[in-house]
């Protein structure tokens, strides 16, 4: 996991409460991405960053907000929290040296589950 | 919006085979990219073929694109235990999409000793 941790890499919340996951990187990549993988959808986009305060919507944004401040850190905000917002959230990071898309750099994953 | 598609969704052999995974898109890509997932962990980059290239290898892997028949085929030779996990295909579109990424839901392989 190449110089990106996530964090926590587990949380139980309630429904209706406010959750904030973060993304560090020390690669210095300009590109950032927060997916969600569920079972049967695959990995799907959330939100992406192309630098600093530069971000736009991906293709399930409805319900969560994203800001980075700065190169290395990425945060994901559900601003009040839904059981369909159950999943498992990874972020990743790019140069995209290769082109489109580029050849992306997973973290580890955080596990959230909402009561 | 799912672009592409692997087949099969599992495959199951013994250890020393080799594993073929298949992956089908819709629209026109830049590149295609394979990655593994082990379980429990984040996606590993395998490998990027571009639009304009037919065959590519790293390894024990070998990629095909092919880009009449909007296809892209994972051959891993020589399996191994250690090769069980879940592999995407993910494309990068050619137009659209802000240049991202969009994966695949996976071929499971399971890979017996």
């Known amino acids: 996991d190449a110089g990106i941790t996530q964090s926590p890499r587990h949380k139980v919340t309630e429904t209706g409460t406010p959750v904030t996951l973060r993304c560090h990187q020390t690669e210095n990549h300009r590109y950032m991405y927060w997916y969600r993988q569920d079972p049967g959808h695959g990995l799907r986009l959330i939100h992406y960053s192309y630098g600093v305060k530069d971000t736009d919507k991906g293709e399930v944004s409805d319900g969560y907000s994203v800001s980075r401040s700065k190169t290395e850190d990425f945060l994901l905000t559900l601003e009040s929290a839904t059981s369909s917002q159950t999943s498992v959230y990874f972020c990743?990071?790019?140069?995209?040296?290769?082109?489109?898309?580029?050849?992306?750099?997973f973290g580890p994953g955080t596990r959230l589950l909402v009561l | 919006s799912q672009q592409g598609e692997e087949d099969p969704q599992a495959l199951s052999i013994q250890e020393g085979e080799n594993a073929t995974m298949n992956c089908s898109y819709k629209t026109s890509i830049n590149n295609l990219q394979w990655y593994r997932q082990n379980s429990g962990r984040g996606l590993v980059h395998l490998i990027l073929?571009?639009?304009?290239?037919r065959e590519k290898h790293s390894g024990r892997l070998r990629v095909t694109l092919d880009t009449s028949k909007k296809s892209s085929s994972l051959l891993i030779t020589a399996s191994r235990a250690a090769d069980t996990a879940s592999y995407f295909c993910?494309?990068?579109?050619?137009?659209?999409?802000?240049?991202?990424?969009?994966f695949g839901k996976g071929t499971k392989l399971s890979v017996k000793p």
């Open positions: 993910a494309t990068a579109p050619g137009r659209g999409s802000q240049g991202n990424l969009i």
């Open positions: 073929i571009r639009s304009n290239e």
């Open positions: 990743a990071i790019s140069e995209r040296r290769e082109g489109p898309g580029g050849d992306q750099y």
